[in-house]
């Protein structure tokens, strides 16, 4: 049924499972927003957090494990000072349509695989949990640590912001700087 279909994938967080990738006859691709160094989720802000000075975009026929099938296409570019997350997909999004634009006529009409470049992944995949451990702050921290955390993954992005324990109360940081106490989880 799916012999003469190809699948093509936007930034999104939808994982295909390998079945259906293996029954299309056309091949599916990712335009994924993060260049090859930051596979998985997030990839804005862990560029962010890891204080990247470059970052970019990756095109990629998709696998069956998330952001690890060959590269098609990347392009990068310099991460401006001072910028947040929300702005830098902003700039990843721009470049993914971009490349969607400069592919579209071959994905459209072509039945080939797209030519892949000889490029590898080569970051830690980051997921959901890995944010969220980022965003468990220790009652160590130092100032600096905690700074970062929270200019980066401060905005409560998918529902999550830095957030500590103590006697049992989990503390969380909202918008503007001010703090939240959430009912004790014991």
Request: hydrophobic share 45%; aromatic share 10%; glycine share 8%.
């Amino acid at each position: 049924m799916l012999a003469r279909a190809r699948l093509i994938a936007f930034a999104t967080p939808v994982i295909v499972p390998g079945r259906i990738l293996a029954s299309l006859g056309y091949g599916a691709y990712n335009f994924h927003p993060g260049p090859p160094q930051y596979p998985g989720w997030a990839p804005a802000h862990f560029a962010l957090y890891e204080q990247a000075n470059e970052f970019g975009v990756t095109v990629h026929a998709m696998a069956e494990h998330v952001d690890s099938g060959p590269i098609v296409d990347v392009m990068l570019f310099p991460i401006p000072a001072d910028i947040g997350a929300m702005a830098l997909e902003g700039l990843a999004y721009a470049h993914l349509a971009r490349l969607f634009w400069e592919l579209a006529g071959p994905l459209a009409s072509e039945a080939e695989p797209l030519p892949e470049r000889p490029l590898r992944w080569t970051g830690k995949k980051n997921s959901r949990r890995a944010y969220q451990e980022v965003c468990d702050i220790p009652l160590d921290i130092t100032k600096e640590e905690l700074d970062r955390r929270m200019k980066v993954f401060g905005d409560n992005h998918f529902g999550m912001s830095p957030a500590i324990r103590l006697h049992g109360v989990e503390f969380r940081a909202v918008a503007q700087g001010s703090a939240g106490v959430s009912a004790p989880s014991r």
